[in-house]
């Protein structure tokens, strides 16, 4: 191709251009006209170069470090809640600081790598071209994918294989990071070992030895046990209650391990006498006169249900305004939830405290894959 030639050339002729032509045809064609373009390393090998490829690869390189700390962290640090005092409290708090910590240090160093790679490689070059309207013609197509194909050449990245490594493992780690962090908070078998006290068929309120567990009022000191008593609620009132058993009084991990479980929290309400309540089949025995008691944690996505309305008998669950009707089996009557809240079977023993005659019959909390409603 001469140069200054203004005919634009045939498809045939411009299978035989070499890429460097095709790139100054590009530039002709789009009325570009390169200014300035000096090669970073025009003495290939140098030093300095090489100190710039190993800066380049380091970052990348500590950017798939800090990738792996995270999926590590993600993965195996200790996140169960632990109240203060408790043992493993100092681990927890710093749970989610390193979570953030590693997954931002991954983000950083590689778009540092990046920028020192463009900044250090890549032709700095200044053209100047006149705009135009209209579709591009054949010719342009194909200068277009040569300007391309050149500039990932003149990038020099083909040979810089330290450089492309190291991107490619904190590329790879980092991807591995956004899989895993939404994927991986919904890994648990409900079916692994079902009878385990930990299972999604247990709540603290089960007790395996047939010790009384009672029904026991959050003063907000973990260390204090108040036991209820009907005579403790006022009537249309309701209060949050955790499981005690007597033999965790001088327990003081146990006294604090019934608050922070989430499945513990239970509503106790005590309707208005008279009011007339449909019960569940099955759990006709359930309540104790006036008194229900329900699961605190809302069967959409296990926030609170913390709301109650004495005159309509409506729970309401402040994350996404599910309602559950209370006088009628607390089943949902508003809003996202499908299941009615589990309830609690309970009684008064012999002293007059209320006390639970047994475990929920379901799993309480949001529904999962495998369960039915
Ligand atoms: S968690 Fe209760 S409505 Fe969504």
Avoid at 95 to 101: E, H, K
Avoid at 309 to 327: I, K
Wanted: charged share 20%.
């Amino acid at each position: 191709m001469s140069s200054g030639e203004n005919r634009e050339p045939t498809e045939a002729e411009l299978a035989e251009y070499s890429r460097d032509e095709l790139v100054r045809l590009g530039g002709q064609l789009d009325g570009v006209e390169v200014v300035h373009n000096p090669d970073p390393w025009p003495v290939p090998g140098t030093r300095a170069e090489k100190r710039a490829e190993r800066r380049t690869a380091l970052w990348f390189t500590l950017s798939a470090l800090a990738g792996l700390a995270f999926l590590g962290v993600f993965i195996w640090w200790p996140w169960q809640y632990r109240a203060p005092g408790q043992s493993g409290y100092f681990l927890y708090t710093l749970y989610t600081p390193l979570v953030g910590a590693t997954l931002g240090c991954a983000v950083l160093f590689l778009a540092v790598g990046a920028l020192y790679y463009v900044k250090k490689f890549l032709p700095h070059e200044v053209s100047v071209q006149e705009r135009h309207d209209g579709p591009d013609t054949p010719a342009a197509q194909q200068t277009l994918l040569a300007q391309l194909a050149d500039a990932g050449a003149r990038s020099t990245i083909g040979r810089r294989s330290m450089i492309k490594r190291a991107a490619g493992a904190a590329a790879a780690v980092f991807g591995a990071g956004l899989v895993v962090l939404p994927v991986g908070g919904l890994v648990r078998n409900p079916w692994k070992d079902p009878n385990s006290e930990d299972s999604l068929w247990r709540t603290g309120w089960h007790s395996p030895n047939g010790e009384t567990v009672y029904l026991r009022r959050n003063t907000g000191n973990p260390h204090e046990i108040v036991k209820i008593r009907p005579e403790d609620l006022d009537v249309g009132g309701f209060e949050t209650v955790f499981p005690f058993r007597e033999s965790e009084r001088n327990n003081p991990e146990a006294l604090s391990a019934a608050f922070t479980r989430s499945d513990n929290p239970v509503m106790l309400i005590r309707v208005r006498p008279g009011q007339e309540v449909v019960k569940r089949a099955g759990q006709e025995d359930f309540n104790y006169g006036d008194f229900y008691a329900y699961s605190k944690i809302c069967t959409h996505l296990g926030c609170p249900t913390s709301l109650y309305e004495q005159q309509t008998g409506r729970l309401l669950c402040p994350c996404h305004q599910s309602q559950f009707d209370v006088f009628h089996y607390a089943k949902p009557v508003f809003g996202p939830a499908t299941r009615s809240l589990p309830q609690l079977p309970i009684t008064v023993d012999a002293d007059g405290y209320f006390v639970a005659r047994g475990d929920f019959i379901e799993p309480v909390g949001p529904a999962f894959w495998e369960r039915k409603s």
